[in-house]
T-cell receptor, first 114, second 113 residues
Framework: GAVVSQHPSWVICKSGTSVKIECRSL??????MFWYRQFPKQSLMLMAT?????????EQGVEKDKFLINHASLTLSTLTVTSAHPEDSSFYIC??????????FGPGTRLTVL | GQQVMQIPQYQHVQEGEDFTTYCNSS?????IQWYKQRPGGHPVFLIQ?????EVKKQKRLTFQFGEAKKNSSLHITATQTTDVGTYFC?????????????FGQGTILTVHP
């Protein structure tokens, strides 16, 4: 299947700092990528839909100024958690949408904010 | 809004026993997909069902899509320890934008050797 990479795989940062997470589709072009957040033993919550060359579409309740999404190319989307706080600690997973209407997930980024 | 409910939340089985997880949507779905997430890992795509009443098999796994396209099930025959993980269903409601999925809560499967 399609390969999606995510970097970094884990990050620890101090409260108030910003963290950038990259999501890349390695062997295909993805016009649409999705960003999810997952708390321990819970389901994936869609945060936003990232569209190449246009603004991201955020789900209700997700602060667009806090979670900045950029989809500058067909193979790269970035999520920046700005002014991170401990409550932002979570597992962030991206996925890339394929023409077959399936999604291939990146390995995830575990963010810990101290 | 559209909801996808999945039961049970947890299932503990002895190796060799069967396992089933059920998924129900409040609205008709265009398709339903199943994913497996191993502990500490990320969701991995298993299968997609599109047609009403569709049944697909992958070795010991059997996937069904209901006639009304509002429910689905995943059945594993003779579980093995390698089946451990969380199984998620994810549906795309009819009329929603291409690719946007709503995930069920997941069923955490534990297999005792």
């Amino acid at each position: 299947g399609a390969v999606v990479s995510q970097h970094p795989s884990w990050v620890i940062c101090k409260s108030g700092t910003s963290v950038k997470i990259e999501c890349r589709s390695l062997d295909f072009q993805a016009t649409t990528m999705f960003w999810y957040r997952q708390f321990p033993k819970q389901s994936l919550m869609l945060m936003a839909t990232s569209n190449e060359g246009s603004k991201a579409t955020y789900e209700q309740g997700v602060e667009k100024d806090k979670f900045l999404i950029n989809h500058a190319s067909l193979t790269l989307s970035t999520l920046t958690v700005t002014s991170a706080h401990p409550e932002d600690s979570s597992f962030y997973i991206c996925s890339a949408h394929t023409p077959g209407d399936t999604q291939y997930f990146g390995p995830g980024t575990r963010l810990t904010v101290l | 809004g559209q909801q996808v409910m999945q039961i049970p939340q947890y299932q503990h089985v002895q190796e060799g026993e069967d396992f089933t997880t059920y998924c129900n949507s409040s609205t008709t779905l265009s398709n339903i997909q199943w994913y497996k997430q191993r502990p500490g890992g990320h969701p991995v795509f298993l299968i997609q069902l599109v047609k009403s009443g569709e049944v697909k098999k992958q070795k010991r796994l059997t996937f069904q899509f209901g006639e009304a396209k509002k429910n689905s099930s995943l059945h594993i025959t003779a579980t093995q320890t390698t089946d451990v993980g969380t199984y998620f269903c994810a549906g795309r409601p009819g009329g929603t934008s291409y690719g946007k999925l709503t995930f069920g809560q997941g069923t955490i499967l534990t297999v005792h050797p």
